[in-house]
């Protein structure tokens, strides 16, 4: 096993030792390794890892218990940092970075989300609530952890991937939400899942959507506009 995914498994059995790992919802990058293993490990989905270990949190969680995180984190090697420009606190290692997020309420908010039972606070992004909303609990490494639904992420990665500044990250947000959605199209219930979260979406989320996936994924666009 790699440092990185060792550290990663270190930081998941230290939440579940804990009783608050499946009051967490892992999104990002690491969300593909558990993705490949729940559908058999395929070569069509990327490995496609990040530094950052990504915790979302709903603002309405209700914790099993209160604990100081920084303290848990601290005894497998993560040390606190305090973003001065941004308010917000995470936890860092020389192989991987950990931070809380909550989703940005309809209004624009420049301070962090105050997460009092874990004693930090998480750093507030838009287009997060999908997550919150389709996620679900899997089997990983023996341990019980929560992602997003397969078609939620993908959704959250095409929207994502049109607001990006950063070139790079927009490409990587297309490659894993392409990869992922093509291989979960003949998964009925993914399928099925993927075009109706599409569908709630308003007209100019739509359009963006579609715009994308006509350029990057004929198979998406085929479901999505049928």
Partial sequence: MDT??????????????????????????????????QYGNPNTISALRTLDVDFLVSPDQKFQTSLDIGEIFSNIGLEEKFSVTQGYVKYVHPDLEVEFLVPMPGRQVDTPFTLKALKTNAQRLRFLDILIKYSKLVDYCNLKVRVPEPAAYVINKLIVSSRRDNPIKASKDLKSAKELGEHILVDKVQRNLLKSIYSGYGRNTKKKIVNIVRLHSGKIYNLITE
């Fill in 4 to 37: 990185n995914k060792n550290l990663f498994l270190q930081i998941l059995q230290e939440l579940n030792k804990n009783n608050i790992l499946q009051d967490l919802i892992i999104i990002g990058g690491w969300c593909l390794t558990i993705y490949r293993e």
